[in-house]
């Protein structure tokens, strides 16, 4: 498989996690664009954002993603890649794109349990739930334009990781929609 994967969902929906053991099972490179960024600024998004705004921090995801991105590598984003149109566009047409999706309640959980700050400042003032459900309303619809393939992110990495094997056979990934 050359094509990169790439995935996308909430905070909180398991990218990070997933992608790495994905890459793992996979034999592939792993690339995450928040790490990438932390490494080639040496800043946290935290910083990024008190220095540059959330517009200054947007504008270098959107690079990030462009110049990390390697052919048959596991991309794991950023929840908010897909609210430029350039960056859902550059991930259908390169690679293949996994929606992990999970419920207000699941992703709160996680995010209580581990908030990790320095990357995941607050985008609204409001508390974790709030913040949750806000601000997956106004991504749903761009989470599901972006993707080839739905995952439910509320299994055991292990299901999770299994679920995506199965719909990405090793003969090539495939790109229909499910
Ligand atoms: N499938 C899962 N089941 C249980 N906990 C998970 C799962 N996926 C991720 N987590 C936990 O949720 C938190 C956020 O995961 P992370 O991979 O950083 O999400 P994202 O990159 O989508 O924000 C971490 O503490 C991680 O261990
Ligand atoms: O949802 C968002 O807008 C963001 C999600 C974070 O990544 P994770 O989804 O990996 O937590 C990080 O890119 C930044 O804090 C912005
Ligand atoms: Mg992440």
Not at 76 to 105: C, H, K, P, W
Not at 146 to 158: C, E, G, L
């Amino acid at each position: 498989m050359t094509q990169p994967i790439f995935l996308v969902g909430p905070r909180g929906s398991g990218k990070t996690t997933i992608g790495q053991a994905l890459a793992q099972a996979l034999g592939l490179q792993f690339i995450d664009t928040d790490h990438w960024l932390l490494s080639t600024s040496g800043m946290s998004v935290a910083e990024i954002v008190e220095q540059e705004g959330w517009d200054g921090f947007r504008l270098r995801e959107s690079q990030a993603l462009k110049s990390a991105t390697q052919p048959g590598a596991v991309v794991a984003t950023g929840g908010g890649i897909v609210l430029r149109d350039e960056n859902r566009e550059f991930m259908r047409e390169q690679g293949l794109v996994l929606y992990l999706r999970a419920s207000v309640d699941t992703l709160t959980n996680r995010l209580e349990a581990f908030p990790d700050e320095g990357q995941r400042p607050t985008l609204t003032g409001k508390t974790i739930t709030d913040e949750i459900s806000e601000v997956l309303a106004a991504r749903e619809a761009l989470y599901q334009q972006s993707a080839h393939h739905f995952i439910d992110a509320s299994q055991s990495p292990s299901e999770i990781v299994a679920d995506i094997l199965q719909r990405i056979p090793a003969s090539g990934a495939s790109k229909a929609a499910s």
